[in-house]
């Protein structure tokens, strides 16, 4: 069983950047593709971005590209997404999961609890 955990959450100004930190522990992820969602009040979850299992392969939303950058240590058994330039329309719960393939959002499991990003203007 892979167990997820999402951190590096905040309150930061538009404009401003986090860190968000994926660790993966009982199992390594290391097999896996990665991805990060999120969810705001009111809205439907969407994905955000994915690194391929040996991190040669990323791919984002278009809302987020140019901003945000995925990247991973499988020997810390850790997934980041470094945001920049960040937009109120950020605001959501962020969420990561790992999926036994790069291409598609189907088969994404073993999400964590989620981390709380909130921009203010």
């Known amino acids: 069983q892979v167990q997820l955990v999402e951190s590096g959450g905040g309150l930061v100004q538009a404009g401003g950047s986090l860190r968000l930190s994926c660790t993966a522990s009982?199992?390594?992820?290391?097999?896996?593709?990665v991805g990060w969602f999120r969810q705001a009040p009111g809205k439907e979850r969407e994905y955000v971005a994915s690194?391929?299992?040996?991190?040669?392969?990323?791919n984002y939303a278009d809302s987020v590209k140019g901003r945000f950058t995925i990247s991973r240590d499988n020997s810390k058994n850790t997934v980041h997404l470094q945001m920049n330039n960040l937009k109120p329309e950020d605001t959501a719960v962020y969420y990561c999961a790992i999926s036994p393939v790069f291409a598609g959002t189907a088969r994404y499991k073993n999400w964590g609890q989620g981390t709380q990003v909130t921009v203010s203007s």
């Open positions: 009982g199992r390594t992820f290391q097999p896996y593709t």
């Open positions: 690194i391929s299992r040996g991190g040669s392969s990323t």
